[in-house]
Every structure is written in C-alpha cells, then in structure tokens.
C-alpha cells in the first residue's frame, strides 16, 4: 500500500540533509548507525602473499564472526554530546551478516523511534513526529553522511564484537604493539581499519576505521566469560556513546521478518540518497 511521499523542496533541502546527517551521526555514535551496505558478501580471507600469520589471523576473525547466527537483547545506549548526555533504553535484533532492528523505548515502555536495516535499505521512523527517513544502505551513502563507508554487517560486526575482514582486503600486516596491544592493520580500497586484538583468539579489544576527522573508534571490554563484550565504547565525530547489554539471547532464530517496518499511512517520508 502507497504511503504519503512528501518531496523535500530545494529550499528545505539543506534543511532536511542536516536533519539526516543528524540522525544518521546520532545513530552511528550509539553503535547503531544503521547504515549502510547492502552488501553481504562473506570475505574468504587474503591470499598469498600474506604471511602465514596473518592469513591465521583474517581466518580466525571469519571464523568468530560467522559462529553468531542472531542476537535478541535488551541494550542500554548512552549518548555524550557536548550539549549534553542522552540514555536510551530499547531493544536490539541483529542477525548476521547485515540485518537490524533497534527500538528506543520512552519511560512509558512504547518505542519513540524505530530502526532497522534490511534488505539493502535503512528506514529510520520518528513515531512522535510520525516522519521517515529512508534510503539506501550502502557504503557510499554512509560516507556521504557519515564521512566513513560502513557496511552494513561491519556495522553487524562492530555490535556483536566480531568484526570480520573485508571482502576486498587488498592489504594485511600485524603491527607491533603498543600501548593497547599488538594490531592487524587491514586496507581494502580506499579504508583503512586497525584492529587490537589476542594474537591467540582474534579477541578484538579495539577498532578504527577510517582516517581523521572521520574515525571510528571502538573499544571491548569483555567478560571473563561470555560470547558478547560487556561493555562498547564509540567515538565519532565529536560524540561519544556507550553501549550495554542486558541478558542478551544468542542464535535463538530470529525471525528475518522482524527487520522490516510496517509504517502508518499518514507517515511522512523524506529520501536521501
């Protein structure tokens, strides 16, 4: 069934872009930027002539990414901007490779705001103004709005601690370590990604992706045991959020249906592209 399409005039346009890249930062700082690939491919790892640790190394974070088939848990998500602190309570889905559905949840208990990521597009419903925006989720989009080309399952990834390699890794080589650790530095065409991790387990303990000004950066902690961090700390862009989990239900079959939004008729709905 149609829904109402309100066309964003030119005047309003710059307007309605802020508005967007507003959003779409807000829910990039929380972990849940939900955007933005379509693509699911499954990297097979690097060939020769990568050493054979490394190879050991891209091999081992396939194998963590791929042993978490879906996520259902309650998550608690704190925002630090510098005109303020904001916390969401809500509910988290995620089912690998690149689908999301995360639901803010007011005092009250009904959700304000509605996300998902599904399918090849993001839709973001404001339940309060009853407006949508929406639009394709792939990485060109995220870096015209968000200034880094996430995809969708490293965003998948990024939540679940389990960032695997990406599908066009061009170069690979472990870092000796530093402060936080020895790293694995990742190249795949124009990004760069840093990941800190156990040399034994492929743990990863921190992430960055991209290059200043426009870094993510993502910090684990991690429980003595248990297949989820205990603790996700992400900075971007001038914000800061926090990510918690609480009592998280693993590979309990997801049904795929619930990525997908079913939007009132009167919604207004704004594209970006």
């Known amino acids: 069934m149609n829904r109402a399409v309100a066309p964003i005039p030119r005047s309003a346009r710059q307007r309605a872009r802020g508005d967007c890249r507003g959003l779409l930062r807000q829910a990039a700082s929380l972990g849940v930027a939900f955007a933005l690939s379509a693509c699911a491919t499954t990297a097979t790892g690097p060939s ?3 050493p054979d ?3 050991r190394l891209v091999a081992l974070l396939t194998l963590r990414r791929d042993q978490i088939a879906d996520v259902r848990t309650r998550v608690d998500l704190t925002v630090r901007r510098s005109a303020g602190v904001q916390r969401f309570p809500g509910v988290l889905l995620l089912r690998t490779p ?3 559905r995360f639901e803010a949840l007011s005092p009250f208990g009904p959700p304000f705001m509605l996300a998902t990521v599904s399918e090849g597009t993001v839709v973001i419903y404001n339940v309060a103004d009853n407006r949508v925006l929406t639009g394709p989720a792939t ?3 995220a870096r015209r709005w968000l200034g880094i080309a996430l995809a969708a399952e490293d965003l998948v990834g990024i939540l679940l601690g389990r960032v695997g390699p990406p599908p066009d890794l061009r170069e ?6 530093n402060g936080d650790g020895p790293s694995l530095l990742l190249t795949a ?3 760069r990604r840093r990941l800190w991790l156990d040399l034994e387990t492929a743990v990863i303990s921190k992430l ?3 290059e200043a000004p426009d870094r993510l950066v993502v910090v684990y902690e991690w429980p003595t045991r248990g297949d989820l961090p205990e603790r996700i700390h992400v900075a971007a862009s001038g914000l800061e959020a926090e990510v918690r989990y609480d009592e998280p239900a693993i ?3 997801v049904d795929p249906r619930r990525f997908s939004l079913s939007l009132p008729e009167t919604a207004e709905i704004q594209r970006f592209y």
């Open 53 to 55: 640790e490394v190879r």
């Open 139 to 141: 990485a060109s989009a």
């Open 48 to 50: 020769p002539p990568f």
């Open 208 to 210: 960055e992706i991209g």
């Open 98 to 100: 690149a689908s999301l």
């Open 172 to 177: 690979a080589a472990i870092v000796p370590a």
């Open 189 to 191: 065409g124009r990004q």
């Open 251 to 253: 590979s309990v079959g």
